[in-house]
Every structure is written in structure tokens, then in C-alpha cells.
């Protein structure tokens, strides 16, 4: 992992930017996407599969996926910082949204006994669970963020993708029972 990040910092931004971009043909005419854009696409997607090939046999692919993403940091166009950022943003938004129901669904949703998730006892714990620990602690760290207070805030709130998944492990284990796990 080391050595991916020296590559990340010292090597990538230099190779890309000084090298394999230039080298791709501009296209004729006024295109949406240029072609220095897809190009970098193809690598990041490219770069994706094989950081997380190699890191999979390691143990995760979750780490080739983070260090992929490290990797491109250190790019951007001249008077356009983020510009990674923006072409990944632009190519997958529409099909990560579609996967990302698709994932709820199939994983968290479908997990769930619907007979204890319909639940009076269900409803109420998971109420004052969301409430309570998941909104307003939150919300009350908000006022020490300083001008944009609110939105990070509420901002932090969204995030229990995690929280769902360490659930849902903890129920395959047997470490919590099917009601704990629907108020979750």
C-alpha cells in the first residue's frame, strides 16, 4: 500500500498528465466529452480493476478500490481543480445511483423479516434510534462548524450506508437476534 501511494503522489499525476493524455488524438468538432476526458475514464476504470485484482488476493478488493480512487488526487487540469473528480462524477452518476437502490434492495431490504420490521416495538425503538442517536447528535455538533453549521450537519446524517452493512453482519452472525436487527 505504500508503494501505491508514492505511485499516487510521485508517478500517476506526471504519467498521465505529461504522458498518456497527450499522446490521445483530439476529436473533431464540438464533442460533449473530449477525448483527453475519456481517456482518463479508461484509466481510472482500469486503474479500478487492477488495484482491486491485486489487493482482492491480498484480502479486500475494498483497498484497490480506495487506493485507485488515491491515485487520481493528484491530477487535475490547469485552472481546473477537481477535474478527476468531475469526469468520474459525470460517467458513473447515472449508474450509480440505479446500483445503489439496486444494492439496498437486494442486500439490507430483502434481509429484513417483515413481520418484526412491521412492528409497534419495531417502529418505536427504531424511531427514537434514528432520532436520537442517528439525527440529533449530529445536528447538535453542528453549531461548532462554524458558517456552514446546517449543512454539515445534516450532511453527516446520510451517512449510515455502514452502519446498515455492520448490521447486517452482525444478524449472519448471530450476534443480534431478527427483532434487534430490524430496528437497525
Known sequence: MGIAMVLAVKFWPKAINEWILPRIPKKSGD?????????????MILMLIAYGTITHFLGTHLWGCFIAGMSFACID???HKGHTHHVWV???KRITSWMIR???????????????????????????MG?????????????????????IGWAM???AEFAYLIAQMAAAANMIDEATFSIC
Open 157 to 159: 446524517v446520510g451517512r
Open 31 to 43: 464533442a460533449k466529452v473530449s477525448a483527453e476526458d475519456e481517456g482518463l475514464f479508461l484509466i
Open 90 to 92: 459525470r460517467q458513473t
Open 131 to 151: 432520532i436520537g442517536p442517528c439525527i440529533l447528535t449530529k445536528v447538535f455538533c453542528a453549531p461548532f462548524m462554524g458558517s456552514a453549521k446546517f449543512v
Open 77 to 79: 487540469k490547469p485552472g
Open 102 to 128: 439496486i444494492f439496498f434492495a437486494s442486500t439490507v431490504a430483502f434481509s429484513i423479516p417483515i413481520d418484526k420490521l412491521l412492528s409497534v416495538d419495531a417502529f418505536l425503538k427504531g424511531s427514537l
